[in-house]
Every structure is written in structure tokens, then in C-alpha cells.
Nanobody, 122 residues
Framework: VQLQASGGGLAQSGGHLRLSCVAS?????????MAWYRQAPGKQRDLVAS???????NYTDSVKGRFTISGDIAKDTVYLQMTSLRPEDTAVYYC????????????????WGQGTLVTVSS
């Protein structure tokens, strides 16, 4: 399985960026969801948003109302539209292939894109 992420860059505070991720070689008997994580310098990698079958989306509280995850799991694509960007959104963003269930939420599998850097200036 390979994931290719793109779309990062430099934005001003209040600006917007759109990230894209395309997967190939997905085993649908294992994976049924995709997600975006981010890792700021010196911090752990955290879940930002996930997208399950049927378009069910979930977000971490800090991005609710500002970020929108979309895509088509069956077509191995996921996007992250980021608006009203803040300096604290600065991080390397990674797409991930995983599993999602109502009871357990999003569970990442060990399939990661290469990361794309988002820098938000104040």
C-alpha cells in the first residue's frame, strides 16, 4: 500500500489550503477509512480528521468548523480543506489508511503518506 500526499505550503493566518491524498494497493478487507494526522515540531502525531464509509466524518475539537475532510474511500482519495488557518496549525500533515467503527472510532493501520508541511504565519 502506498499513500501520496500533496498540497501543503505556506499560508497566512486566516488563509486556506487544501491537502490531497491518493492511496494505491488498498486491501478493503482490512481498511475501510482514511484520515489526516499532523505532527508539530517536538510533539506527538495527532489525529485531525477521519472519513469512514458512507462519508462519516469526525474531527478533533481544535479544527471543528474550520477543516473539512472529504473524499471517496472506494476511490482511495481523501482531501482536507483547511480554512481560517492559525499559526498553531503549523505541522507536517500525514494521510493514513485505517479502520473506523462506531464503537472504537478511528484505528490507524501502519500505512502512512510521506507527509506534507503546512506552515501558517501570523
Amino acid at each position: 500500500v502506498q499513500l501520496q500526499a500533496s498540497g501543503g505550503g505556506l499560508a497566512q493566518s486566516g488563509g486556506h489550503l487544501r491537502l490531497s491524498c491518493v492511496a494505491s494497493g488498498t486491501d478493503y478487507s482490512i481498511a475501510n477509512a482514511m484520515a489526516w494526522y499532523r505532527q508539530a515540531p517536538g510533539k506527538q502525531r495527532d489525529l485531525v480528521a477521519s472519513l469512514g464509509l458512507g462519508g462519516r466524518a469526525n474531527y478533533t475539537d481544535s479544527v471543528k468548523g474550520r477543516f473539512t475532510i472529504s473524499g471517496d474511500i472506494a476511490k482511495d482519495t481523501v482531501y482536507l480543506q483547511m480554512t481560517s488557518l492559525r499559526p498553531e496549525d503549523t505541522a507536517v500533515y500525514y494521510c493514513n489508511l485505517g479502520r473506523s467503527s462506531t464503537s472504537l472510532g478511528y484505528i490507524p493501520l501502519d500505512y502512512w503518506g510521506q507527509g506534507t508541511l503546512v506552515t501558517v504565519s501570523s
